[in-house]
């Protein structure tokens, strides 16, 4: 007894195929791209950042979003140079800071003892035991 699952005959499945055929009669993006220069609209954006040209030349189409933009960055920049800290800024630092420095350890770490919880150190003994079964097994096997 031959039961067929697909109603085709093991051609392919109709969903598959549709898609498969949608996507070959549907035109490429490469077709309809507009090769861009880049290079000339950074050009003329660097020549309006360096001050070289005027706002004219890069505000067509894309140059127009950079423009606005650094033109936001320069009126920010020149409100935050007008700020100016308080008087006593330099006072109220120095005064939180504390008046005397912490104390460096004098022991080296070498030379303190060691604390381990048990569990560590039943977690390194595995390890180390692991480790050595492991090049054991390599040495044996050369």
Same mark, same amino acid.
């Given at each position: 007894m031959l039961n067929e699952p697909n109603a085709q005959g093991g051609e392919g499945s109709p969903g598959r195929d549709q898609a498969r055929n949608a996507r070959r009669s549907a035109p490429?993006?490469?077709?309809?791209?507009?090769?861009l220069d880049p290079t000339r609209k950074l050009a003329a954006l660097h020549a309006w950042l360096?001050?070289?040209?005027s706002t004219t030349m890069v505000a067509d189409g894309e140059g127009a979003e950079y423009v606005d933009l650094w033109n936001? %960055?320069?009126?920010?920049?020149?409100? $935050?140079r007008q700020v100016s800290a308080p008087v006593d800024l330099t006072e109220r630092i120095m005064a939180?800071?504390?008046?005397?420095?912490?104390?460096?350890?004098?022991?080296?770490w070498w030379d303190r003892p060691l604390a381990l919880k048990p569990l560590t150190a039943l977690a390194a003994a595995a390890g180390l035991v692991a480790l050595g079964?492991? %090049?054991?097994?390599?040495?044996?096997? $050369?």
């Amino acid at each position: 007894m031959l039961n067929e699952p697909n109603a085709q005959g093991g051609e392919g499945s109709p969903g598959r195929d549709q898609a498969r055929n949608a996507r070959r009669s549907a035109p490429s993006l490469t077709d309809r791209e507009v090769p861009l220069d880049p290079t000339r609209k950074l050009a003329a954006l660097h020549a309006w950042l360096d001050g070289e040209s005027s706002t004219t030349m890069v505000a067509d189409g894309e140059g127009a979003e950079y423009v606005d933009l650094w033109n936001r %960055i320069n009126v920010e920049t020149e409100r $935050r140079r007008q700020v100016s800290a308080p008087v006593d800024l330099t006072e109220r630092i120095m005064a939180a800071l504390p008046t005397t420095a912490p104390q460096a350890i004098a022991e080296s770490w070498w030379d303190r003892p060691l604390a381990l919880k048990p569990l560590t150190a039943l977690a390194a003994a595995a390890g180390l035991v692991a480790l050595g079964a492991a %090049i054991g097994s390599s040495a044996r096997d $050369r």
